[in-house]
C-alpha cells in the first residue's frame, strides 16, 4: 500500500479525512481524481491522508485500522466500497464518502453524487448521512450494499474474474455475457423466503437493496436502500430465450418509460432469504459484482448497517 502525505489546511482542522484509491479502477483515472478530491478537502479546511491499494483485500484492511477519523472515502467502483464495508468492526465506523471511478458505479448513481471533483469535496465535508441497509452472506458474513444473485449473471462474473488481467471495461462484460450464454447450463435453484419455501427449481434469483442494476437495467422497480427489507426477483422459466426477454423487457422499460415484467418473473419482499442447488450442481453466486462462492448460502438483512455521506 502507498501513502501520500497528509495535507493539512492552515488554520483549524475541519475533518480528519484518509481517502482509499484503487489505481485499477477507472481505467487508472481513480489516481488523479483523488489528488483533484483531495486539494479541494484541503481547501475547505479538512486534513487528509491518501492510501493507494496494491492488491484485493487492502481496502478492507484500511478501512478496518481506521478509527481516528471523520470520514473514510473509497475511490473506485462498487467492489472497493464493497471491500470498505467488510472492513469495518463495529457499528461506531466513520461514514463512507464515494469518489466514483470504476466501471458501473450503481451506487453513485443510486444516490445521485455528482461528479464534478468540487462538488464530491463539498458531499464529503458536509454532506448528510444516509443510513444504508447491509446484506450478509452465511457462511462467512461477508457484507453487501447492492445485490447478490444467483443465476446467469452470477455464472458471467465467475467466468470473468476467473480471467481478468488487469483494469475493467463495461464491454468486457458484454463479451463474457455472451460466451457465457453460449455454454451455461440453466440451473435450479430452491428459494426460501422468511421461512416459506416459494421455488423449487427457479431459473435465476437477484437479492437487491438498490433499483439499479447497472446501466439503464432495471431489475428490482420497488427496492430501496433504507427500508430494511430486500426485494427479491424470481425467474422460473427455464429455457435461455427467457433470460433474453428479461434483459430485452428490462431495456424496453427503460427506453419507453413503461414497466413491462415478463409473466415468468416474481417479487418478494424480504429479510432473510435461502438459496440452494435442488439438484446438486454447484451454482455460482455474484456478491455487488464481484463472485460469492457457490450455494448454498443465506442472505440476511442488517438494517442501517453503515453510513454514506450523500449530496
Do not use: C, K, T, W
Given at each position: 500500500m502507498d501513502r501520500w502525505p497528509e495535507r493539512d489546511y492552515n488554520g483549524?482542522?475541519?475533518k480528519r479525512i484518509r481517502i482509499i484509491s484503487n489505481p485499477a479502477s477507472g481505467r487508472g483515472r481513480s489516481g488523479r481524481r483523488a489528488r483533484e478530491v483531495m486539494l479541494r478537502l484541503v481547501e475547505r479546511g479538512c486534513a487528509v491522508e491518501v492510501v493507494e491499494t496494491r492488491a484485493p483485500?487492502?481496502?478492507r484492511r484500511i478501512a478496518f485500522e481506521a478509527r481516528s477519523v471523520d470520514a473514510l472515502v473509497a475511490v473506485g467502483g462498487d467492489g472497493t466500497i464493497?471491500?470498505?464495508a467488510n472492513g469495518f468492526s463495529s457499528p461506531a465506523a466513520p461514514p463512507v464518502g464515494i469518489i466514483p471511478c470504476g466501471t458501473a458505479n450503481v451506487l453513485a448513481k443510486e444516490i445521485r453524487l455528482p461528479r464534478r471533483p468540487a462538488d464530491l469535496a463539498d458531499v464529503i465535508a458536509s454532506g448528510r448521512e444516509i443510513t444504508w441497509d447491509l446484506g450478509v452472506v452465511h457462511p462467512g458474513d461477508r457484507r453487501f450494499l447492492l445485490f447478490a444473485s444467483a443465476g446467469f449473471d452470477a455464472q458471467v462474473v465467475h467466468d470473468f474474474h476467473r480471467r481478468r488481467d488487469g483494469r475493467i471495461r463495461m464491454s468486457d462484460y458484454v463479451m463474457w455475457g455472451v460466451r457465457t450464454f453460449l455454454t451455461w447450463a440453466v440451473p435450479r435453484i430452491r428459494v426460501e423466503i422468511?421461512?416459506?419455501?416459494v421455488a423449487e427449481d427457479a431459473a435465476w434469483v437477484i437479492v437487491s437493496n438498490v433499483r439499479s442494476y447497472g446501466g439503464p437495467i432495471v431489475f428490482t422497480p420497488e427496492a430501496r436502500y433504507d427500508d430494511g427489507r430486500f426485494e427479491v426477483m424470481i425467474q422460473r422459466r427455464r429455457h435461455k430465450v427467457d433470460t433474453m426477454h428479461l434483459f430485452g423487457s428490462s431495456m424496453l422499460s427503460w427506453a419507453l418509460g413503461l414497466e413491462a415484467r415478463p409473466a415468468d418473473v416474481t417479487y418478494h419482499q424480504a429479510r432473510r432469504v435461502r438459496l440452494a442447488s435442488s439438484d446438486g450442481r454447484p451454482v455460482?453466486?455474484?456478491v455487488d459484482g464481484d463472485p460469492g462462492g457457490f450455494l448454498p448460502a443465506e442472505l440476511?438483512?442488517?438494517?442501517?448497517?453503515?453510513?454514506?455521506?450523500?449530496?
Open positions: 483549524p482542522v475541519r483485500g487492502d481496502a464493497n471491500e470498505v422468511d421461512g416459506n419455501r455460482a453466486l455474484q440476511e438483512m442488517a438494517p442501517g448497517g453503515i453510513r454514506i455521506l450523500g449530496p
